[in-house]
T-cell receptor, first 114, second 116 residues
Framework: GDSVTQMEGPVTLSEEAFLTINCTYT??????LFWYVQYPGEGLQLLLK???ADDKGSNKGFEATYRKETTSFHLEKGSVQVSDSAVYFC?????????????WGLGTSLAVNP | NAGVTQTPKFQVLKTGQSMTLQCAQD?????MSWYRQDPGMGLRLIHY???????DQGEVPNGYNVSRSTTEDFPLRLLSAAPSQTSVYFC???????????????FGPGTRLTVL
């Protein structure tokens, strides 16, 4: 079945460091891909998305490119800030018929030190 | 729009007690779902609903009931609380998209439940 695999955390970086959080997926057809972010004590919120191969999603300095050939959707940011400390979830939507379920990765915790 | 709201924010129960976690959305979304979040386990789907009057089980439905009498509300009932149900519970909703709708889920702020 469909699945999402994220790199395990926690990830600890210094401010202004480069961030990569790896995400790979297994799915049939043409899923949509998402990154969600969860700040401490809050619910999840959509960070960025990509709906077809080679699409690049971007928001708040974060980027991820939908790579069908490598079945990947890695999250990157060139210069992280303390305020980026959060848990990041990769997810896919099978886009099969009326299926609204999301398939979730386990999340990667990021801590950014000043 | 308030988006997705959940009450209460925090709750402590004793084993065997019952309670209802409330969830409401004002975006006229058809699809709603309940998740629990536990350390190292990510998000696990408890129940979901594709519209008023229709509900179905997710990955971990045991010990929970849901109903969907209106589009707006999707309460989650714990019938007889157990310590294993100590968790953070999130409600989410998803609207109808276009031909390639991307199923963005909107989350509530969560309910932190402790069962003693």
């Amino acid at each position: 079945g469909d699945s999402v695999t994220q790199m395990e955390g926690p990830v600890t970086l210094s401010e202004e460091a480069f961030l990569t959080i790896n995400c790979t997926y297994t799915a049939t057809g043409y899923p949509s891909l998402f990154w969600y972010v969860q700040y401490p004590g809050e619910g999840l919120q959509l960070l960025l998305k990509a709906t077809k191969a080679d699409d690049k999603g971007s928001n708040k300095g974060f980027e991820a490119t939908y790579r069908k050939e490598t079945t990947s959707f890695h999250l990157e940011k060139g210069s992280v800030q303390v305020s980026d400390s959060a848990v990041y979830f990769c997810a896919l939507s099978p886009n099969a018929g009326n299926n609204r379920k999301l398939i979730w990765g386990l999340g990667t915790s990021l801590a950014v030190n000043p | 729009n308030a988006g997705v709201t959940q009450t209460p924010k925090f709750q402590v129960l004793k084993t065997g007690q019952s309670m209802t976690l409330q969830c409401a959305q004002d975006m006229n979304h058809e699809y709603m779902s309940w998740y629990r979040q536990d350390p190292g386990m990510g998000l696990r789907l408890i129940h979901y609903s594709v519209g008023a009057g229709i509900t179905d089980q997710g990955e971990v439905p045991n010990g929970y009931n849901v109903s969907r009498s209106t589009t707006e509300d999707f309460p989650l009932r714990l019938l007889s609380a157990a310590p294993s149900q100590t968790s953070v519970y999130f409600c989410a909703s998803t609207g109808r998209g276009g031909r390639r709708h991307y199923n963005e889920q909107f989350f509530g702020p969560g309910t932190r439940l402790t069962v003693l």
